[in-house]
């Protein structure tokens, strides 16, 4: 599984694009990058996935760096429904566990 | 839409005694997997069920054990209970085929006195 270093928080105006970073300078070529959230005390929630090529969802999108070794995740306008720590897990597709990490707490302010 | 449905929702057991949360998982998934975070901690993985088999294992206590039943939901069974099992404990269900999108129950807060 790749080692994946992100930020431990940081700040978004609310409107504004929120922009969170990951390295992920270990991952191999079978390796997705998954980005999920969790919001205070809730399950954790899927955001998005990808291998290499940049992917938009209806909640966010992914930007991969060409040599794979780092990813953004953007929240395009943040509410402030978007406070929440964000994961940035690398894994092997298919690969049926997830090992979280320490994340990124997203602190969305009005 | 349907989610996943964990029971109880709360849970107060004293030291060494057992327990034994409850994980229905959405409708027409068939993989099942349990999460253990403690306080102010990320989410451990502890084991995961693919029709009724299990397909993976974390870090697990030996004092707990699961199962996955033939309506998919699952049970996670937790013995000679010690404070330190004082946890919110997650379920997720998916399709089999897409482990990334697993989609999480609302957990189950264990407090062990």
């Known amino acids: 599984d790749a080692k994946t270093t992100q930020p431990p928080s940081m700040d978004c105006a609310e409107g504004r694009a929120a922009n969170l970073p990951c390295n992920h300078s270990?991952?191999?070529?079978?390796?997705?990058v998954y980005w999920y959230r969790q919001i205070h005390s809730q399950g954790p929630q899927y955001i998005i996935h990808?291998?290499?090529n940049n992917e938009t969802n209806e909640m966010a999108s992914l930007i991969i760096t060409e040599d794979r070794k780092s990813s953004t995740l953007i929240l395009p306008h943040a509410t402030l429904r978007d406070t929440a720590v964000y994961y940035c897990i690398g894994l092997i597709y298919n690969f049926n566990k997830f090992y979280f990490g320490s994340g990124t707490k997203l602190n969305v302010k009005p | 839409a349907a989610g996943v449905i964990q029971s109880p929702r709360h849970l107060i057991k004293e030291k060494r005694e057992t327990a034994t949360l409850k994980c229905y998982p959405i409708?027409?998934?068939?993989?099942v997997y349990w999460y253990q975070q403690g306080p102010g901690q990320d989410p451990q993985f502890l084991i995961s069920f693919y029709e009724k088999m299990q397909s993976d294992k974390g870090s697990i206590p030996d004092r707990f054990s699961a199962q996955q039943f033939s309506d998919y939901h699952s049970e996670l069974n937790m013995s000679s209970l010690e404070l330190g099992d004082s946890a919110l404990y997650f379920c997720?269900?998916?399709?089999?085929?897409?482990?990334?999108?697993?989609?999480f129950g609302p957990g189950t807060r264990l407090t062990v006195t």
């Open positions: 270990t991952i191999s070529g079978n390796e997705y």
């Open positions: 409708p027409r998934h068939d993989t």
């Open positions: 990808g291998l290499k």
């Open positions: 997720a269900s998916s399709l089999f085929g897409v482990p990334y999108e697993q989609y």
